[in-house]
């Protein structure tokens, strides 16, 4: 395994000159005319013929042999603990300054930027491809969300603004969607290229879509930033394979704390040090560390966690905090191996930084140097 100081190495010699800030061929994926391709040497192996050929155990062994199967109860609680539940007052009566989330699970977080309240892939249910409204392959929830949709029916409590990094179906959920809407019809919904049809044919009305590298001031003179990410969509026949885009978020709050949402991804060499060049270091990254093995089938669509580390560093992150692990069996990995692998990484290279959080735990980042100014 490459080991975490030579691939920092290898980032940081990377020629200006090709830096993915310049680079005009991005993503495999198309829009019209407007082509995009994955940064640095994409080649995603579920569509690779010969790559699947040369690892042809690793694939049947994801595909037919072995899938993780969901842990018992004794395992939840030792290595997904359950966090006593916070009344959500803080999102009634929020400071004016500084970054508070709270992780429903997986890739769903709650976050308050600068008193300003943002969910990231909601997810509320279990999730799996519909056919006549009914789930098939359903991936069911290993805990339930630890914030409903229901609980942010409360007037009081509002949702200024939803991003969603992708298509798939654990980041994407129609009904956890069409239930935000109908009961906060204000959100504003932020979306990769593509994707504007499939929420307004739910009945979302504030939807902006953007390309990478494209940003929008949102409510509250929120900042949002459209930013790559090395991964793939398809949800259905009617939205097959990259139809639409996939992304990341980096959000700037209003008093200029900085919060980075890295969605999904596979490793992409030279991209985290220019998101980081072009907008600042985050004052707290939400990285992914799960659903990465067999290494042959993930790894070109999910980082793990010693990757997840190095962007981490590479992003100059004030604090990390891991998701995308401990809710679905979506590969082959039990649900103790991301953050053991994590806590492994991190002992080899010494950062405290970059935590896990028990489900439904909330926790608190000052962001002492944001700008007072703004």
């Not at 339930?144 to 009081?156: G, S």
């Not at 990285?287 to 067999?294: E, L, N, V």
């Amino acid at each position: 395994m490459t080991s975490l100081s030579h691939m920092l190495k290898m980032s940081s010699d990377d020629d200006e000159n090709t830096s993915l800030m310049q680079d005009q061929n991005l993503v495999q994926f198309r829009t019209g005319w407007l082509r995009y391709k994955n940064p640095k040497k994409w080649k995603f192996s579920l569509f690779n013929f010969f790559h699947i050929i040369i690892n042809l155990w690793p694939y049947l062994k994801y595909f037919v042999f072995h899938k993780a199967s969901k842990p018992n109860s004794a395992e939840l609680n030792e290595h997904l603990p359950e966090s006593a539940r916070e009344p959500l007052e803080w999102l009634r009566n929020p400071p004016e300054k500084g970054i508070q989330v709270l992780w429903i699970g997986h890739a769903s977080l709650l976050v308050r930027i600068d008193g300003i309240n943002i969910l990231t892939d909601p997810v509320f249910y279990d999730c799996g491809p519909r056919i006549f409204g009914f789930r098939i392959f359903n991936y069911k929830r290993f805990r339930p969300p630890a914030v409903t949709v229901k609980d942010l029916k409360d007037e009081n409590i509002q949702i200024h603004a939803v991003v969603i990094s992708h298509d798939h179906f654990d980041h994407l959920d129609e009904q956890s969607v069409s239930e935000l809407v109908a009961y906060k019809a204000d959100i504003e919904w932020y979306v990769p290229k593509n994707m504007s049809r499939w929420f307004k044919d739910r009945n979302c009305t504030n939807v902006t879509e953007l390309g990478w590298w494209e940003e929008r001031t949102a409510t509250g003179n929120l900042t949002v930033t459209c930013t790559p990410a090395k991964h793939w969509c398809g949800r259905n026949l009617r939205y097959y394979y990259c139809r639409h885009l996939w992304c990341s978020w980096y959000i700037v709050g209003p008093r200029g704390s900085k919060f980075f949402f890295a969605g999904d991804t596979g490793y992409a060499q030279g991209l985290y040090p220019s998101i980081k060049n072009k907008y600042g270091s985050p004052d707290l990254a939400a990285i992914p560390i799960g659903a990465c093995k067999p290494r042959p089938v993930m790894q070109a669509q999910h980082i793990n966690p010693e990757e997840a580390l190095i962007v981490h560093r590479e992003l100059d992150a004030k604090n990390s905090i891991a998701i995308h692990w401990g809710m679905f069996a979506l590969s082959n990995e039990k649900i103790n191996e991301p953050i053991e692998d994590l806590k492994k990484a991190k002992r080899e290279n010494g950062d405290g930084t970059f935590v896990t959080m028990k489900h439904g735990e909330v926790k608190r980042f000052e962001t002492n140097e944001a700008d007072e100014s703004s």
